[in-house]
Structure formats: structure tokens, C-alpha cells
């Protein structure tokens, strides 16, 4: 079997993430064979490896990075430059999942997986790349609950959600709930009072203690029980 020809069946049977096992599954091919053929193209450069025992094909990262364990998608700052709610280049690749996974480092971004229950693995959608993407409030809600991002970071995008109309607001207050922290609701309101929104819904689930948005905060907001600055 030459090359060109497993490339096109991996693509025609979506296996954008693979293993050898997968490839003997799908060809017939001996073990052998198949890992020999897989060692040739990777160092040709036509697929990647990942890892012991996994490969991918040569696309997009944010596509890999949400195929390597399912369920899975990408969030947070990926997510917001996905959608167009920021102005930073992302340096990394956050991956919300139900598993333990060291980070890779792939092409010089590293793609970090962040474990949590499978209550909180919801609101992502599949695109046409076979990729699996958080909806924007989703990648708001992540992002302030794992404390992925800066409280600037955050804001700056929910800004920009707001203004081009990508994010609803009872969207965030739903998916916050869903995540059952009171913290976050107060960081949720907290954030939406900064972008000119007083969410009077949230009010009554807020933690009844003061939360701290970094280590070194200073300033005081006696409403939302925040400690900032």
C-alpha cells in the first residue's frame, strides 16, 4: 500500500487522530507492515505522531487537540480567537475532558487538558473540520471556572461578544448554573457589571464569601463579593 493511499483512506473514514491499530482495523495490513508504513510517513513529514501509539494527520492543531480524547473540545482563549472576541494570538491550546492527559507540545504550542466531571463536558459543537469547539459562552464559562485566562482576558472578549451580538447573556447565566460553583456566579456577575450589564438573576446563587479573582488583589466590590485588582 503506498502512502497516498492510506492518507486518502484516513481521510474518507475522518480519522484525523489514529493509531496503528486503527490503520491494521481499516487495511488488513499486518502489524507489522502497518507500523513500518506509519514510521515511513511520519518521517517523510506526511502525518504526525502525537504520542506512543497515535497519530495524526497533517491539520489543523485545533482539530487534532479535540480528537485525542473523547469526549473532549477545545475552550478558552482558542475558542475566543476562534469566534473572533480577542485580540491575542493564542500561545496555547486549552482542552476540556473527562481524563488525565499530560500536555503535548506540537509544532511549538503546547495543547494543555484540563480534567473535570462529565456534568461539566457540555455546549461544544462539532464543525465542518470534524473539530470539537465550545460555544463562545461556553469558552466564558470555562475560562472564568478553571482560571484558564486573566480576568482582562475574559472580559475583553465578553466585551467584544456583547458589541457583535456572538453572545447571549442568558446563555452564560444557564451555563454557570449548570457548572453548580457559587463562585462562579459571582465572577460571572462581577464580569458582566464591568461590561455595563447588572444581572439581577444571578444575584440570588452568588457565594455568600468574598472571592478572589488573582493572589494579589487589593480593591473590594461589595455586591458581587469580589476581591480584585
Known sequence: MK??????????????????????????????????????MTKKGLIMRIERDKYALKIALYIIAS???RPSYVSSMFAFSYYGLTTQLPAKIDVICTKQHKTLDLEGIKIRFIKTDKTRVFAFLKDSNNAFVAEPEKAVIDSLYFNTLS?????EAVSIGLNKNVLNVNKLNDYALRMKNTALMNKL????????????????????????????GAK??????????
Open 3 to 40: 502512502s497516498q493511499e492510506l492518507l486518502e483512506i484516513l481521510k474518507e473514514n475522518v480519522l484525523n487522530v489514529f493509531s496503528p491499530l486503527d490503520v491494521y482495523r481499516i487495511t488488513r495490513k499486518t502489524k507489522h507492515y502497518v507500523n513500518l508504513l506509519l514510521y515511513r
Open 189 to 216: 456577575g462581577f464580569l458582566l457589571a464591568d461590561n455595563g450589564i447588572d444581572d439581577k438573576n444571578i444575584y440570588p446563587d452568588i457565594s455568600k464569601n468574598y472571592v478572589k479573582l488573582s493572589k494579589s
Open 151 to 155: 480576568f482582562g482576558s475574559i472580559s
Open 67 to 69: 480528537n485525542i480524547i
Open 220 to 229: 473590594i466590590d461589595k455586591r458581587w463579593k469580589i476581591i480584585y485588582g
